[in-house]
C-alpha cells in the first residue's frame, strides 16, 4: 500500500490520516470530524522528514515510510514541536537510523529529553533566521513559533517549493483524503480551524498578530501553508491567515451564549426567558442556549468566543454551584477570553450562594460580570422574571 500523497514538487504528504479518533489531548479537546498527524517528506539533493506522527501509530508511520524510500536515505529530521502527536514516533524511527540529525529549536531539546530521556540524539539547535541546505538550489529557513503553542515550536518556509511548514498554527482536527483545503467540505474545515483556534491557540492570541507582522517582514513568497493537522492551504491570498488575524482580535459577533445547569429544572427556566427576553430586546442577536453537562464544552467555547456576552445559571448545591459549572468556567478561565460581558443566575432553596460564587468566578475567569442577576427561592416565580429584563438591558449595553 502506497501512502504518500504528492503535495507539491518533491514534497509528499506521509503522515497518518486518523479518521477514528474521537478526542485529543486526552480528553480535553472533543473530535467529531477525525483528525491527522501530518508529517513530510522532501526529496532534493538532501531528504529530510519534517516531523512524524503519535506513538501508537508508529509501527504504520515507520513500515509506510519503508515502503516510499530507504530510512538510511533520510538526511536529517525536522523537529517542529515536541509534543507527543509529532514527536511519539521518533524513538521507534531514531532506532532504526540511529545518529540522523535531528533540527529543532532548543526547547524542543528539553522538551523531547524530557519526554523520551537523554538518549544522545543527534541535535542540531536552529533559531529564527537559520537556514538549511538541502541541495537543487533549495533551502528551509526556519522560523521560531515560540508559545505558538509550546515554547518549542517553530516554523520553516521551504524555498523553491514556497511552502511554509507551519506546525500546529493555521491546523485543524479534521481529517479528509482531499489533502487541500480547498478541496474540503468547507462549512467542516472553517468550523474546525476555528475551533482548534479557540480550544488551542486562543490562550496566546495576543502573540498572534506579531508574529504575523514578523513573518510579513520577511517577505516569503508562500504558495502554501502545509500545518501538523487537517489540511493543506494552497489558495491565495490565505484566507486563513486573515482569519487569524481577524481572530486574535477576539471581536465577537452579535451573539450570546446562556449556558447553565439545573437539578430539577428552575434554573433553565431562567435561562429561557433570558433567551426570549434577549430576541424580544435585540431580535437581530443571536442566542445559543446550552446545558452544560450535556453539551461539548469544546463546540460551547466555539461559541463563546464568538459571543459578545455570556450568562451562566447554576443552582446552589452545598453551599457552592454544581461541579460541572465549576469545571466548565475553570475551562474558560484556561482560554482567557477578553472583552466579554457577564451575568449570572439560579435557584436556591435556603442558603443560597450560588450566584455571588458565580458571578466571583465569572469575573476570576476574565469576564466583565455585571451586577443584574436573577437568584430565584425554589421555583422562579413573577418576581424573579420580572428581573430578567434588567438583566438583559444590561448585559446587551
Ligand atoms: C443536593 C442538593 C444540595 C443543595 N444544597 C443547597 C445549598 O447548600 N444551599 C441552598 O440554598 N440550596 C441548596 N439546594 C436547593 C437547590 O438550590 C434548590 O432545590 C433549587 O431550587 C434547585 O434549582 P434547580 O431547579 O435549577 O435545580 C440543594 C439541593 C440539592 C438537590
Ligand atoms: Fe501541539
Ligand atoms: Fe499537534
Redesign the pocket.
Known amino acids: 500500500m502506497h501512502m504518500r500523497k504528492h503535495v507539491k514538487g518533491n514534497v509528499s504528504w506521509v503522515g497518518y490520516l486518523d479518521w477514528e479518533l474521537e478526542t485529543f489531548h486526552g480528553d480535553d479537546y472533543s473530535i467529531f470530524h477525525g483528525s491527522s498527524q501530518n508529517s513530510y517528506l522532501i526529496e532534493e539533493e538532501k531528504t529530510i522528514l519534517v516531523d512524524t506522527v503519535w506513538g501508537p501509530h508508529h509501527h504504520t508511520f515507520i513500515e509506510n515510510l519503508k515502503q516510499e524510500i530507504d530510512l538510511k536515505k533520510i538526511d536529517a529530521i525536522i523537529v517542529n514541536h515536541g509534543e507527543a502527536d509529532h514527536s511519539g514516533a521518533l524513538p521507534a524511527l531514531l532506532a532504526e537510523i540511529p545518529g540522523t540529525p535531528i533540527y529543532c529549536t532548543a526547547m524542543a531539546v528539553k522538551s523531547l529529553e524530557g519526554q523520551y530521556g537523554k538518549q544522545g540524539w543527534n541535535f542540531h539547535v536552529v533559531k529564527t533566521g537559520d537556514e538549511l541546505d538541502i541541495g537543487n538550489g533549495k533551502k528551509l529557513q526556519f522560523v521560531e513559533m515560540r508559545m505558538l503553542h509550546w515554547p518549542d515550536s517553530m516554523a520553516e518556509f521551504l524555498t523553491g517549493d514556497n511552502i511554509l511548514f507551519s506546525m500546529d498554527a493555521f491546523g485543524q482536527h479534521y481529517a479528509t483524503s482531499e489533502l487541500f483545503a480547498d478541496l474540503a467540505d468547507q462549512n467542516v474545515l472553517w468550523h474546525e480551524a476555528l475551533k482548534y483556534f479557540v480550544n488551542i491557540l486562543n490562550p496566546f492570541a495576543a502573540l498572534i498578530p506579531r508574529k504575523l507582522e514578523e513573518i510579513g517582514k520577511l517577505n516569503l513568497p508562500i504558495e502554501m501553508i502545509a500545518p501538523s493537522h487537517g489540511a493543506i492551504w494552497r489558495e491565495k491570498p490565505f484566507p486563513i491567515l486573515e482569519k487569524y488575524a481577524e481572530w486574535a482580535k477576539g471581536e465577537p459577533k452579535d451573539q450570546v451564549v446562556i449556558a447553565y445547569d439545573?437539578?430539577?429544572?428552575?434554573?433553565?427556566k431562567i435561562a429561557h426567558a433570558i433567551e426570549a427576553e434577549i430576541k424580544r430586546q435585540s431580535p437581530s442577536t443571536v442566542v445559543k442556549v446550552y446545558h452544560i453537562a450535556k453539551s461539548d464544552k469544546n463546540e460551547v467555547m466555539t461559541e463563546v468566543f464568538q459571543s459578545r456576552a455570556i450568562a451562566v445559571g447554576s443552582?446552589?448545591?452545598?453551599?457552592d454551584i454544581l461541579a460541572s459549572v465549576t469545571g466548565w468556567l475553570a475551562f474558560a478561565k484556561s482560554l482567557k477570553f477578553k472583552g466579554k460581558k457577564a451575568a449570572a443566575f439560579?435557584?436556591?432553596?435556603?442558603?443560597?450562594?450560588?450566584v455571588a460564587i458565580l458571578q466571583k468566578r465569572l469575573a476570576e475567569a476574565g469576564f466583565d460580570v455585571i451586577d443584574e442577576n436573577v437568584k430565584s427561592l425554589?421555583?422562579p416565580g413573577e418576581e424573579d422574571f420580572a428581573k430578567v429584563p434588567e438583566l438583559v438591558k444590561a448585559l446587551l449595553a
Not at 439545573?262 to 433553565?268: A, E, L, P, S, Y
Not at 443552582?315 to 453551599?319: E, H, K, S
Not at 439560579?346 to 450560588?354: A, D, Q, R, T
Open positions: 439545573t437539578m430539577w429544572n428552575g434554573t433553565k443552582p446552589t448545591a452545598i453551599n439560579g435557584c436556591y432553596g435556603w442558603s443560597g450562594e450560588g425554589w421555583n
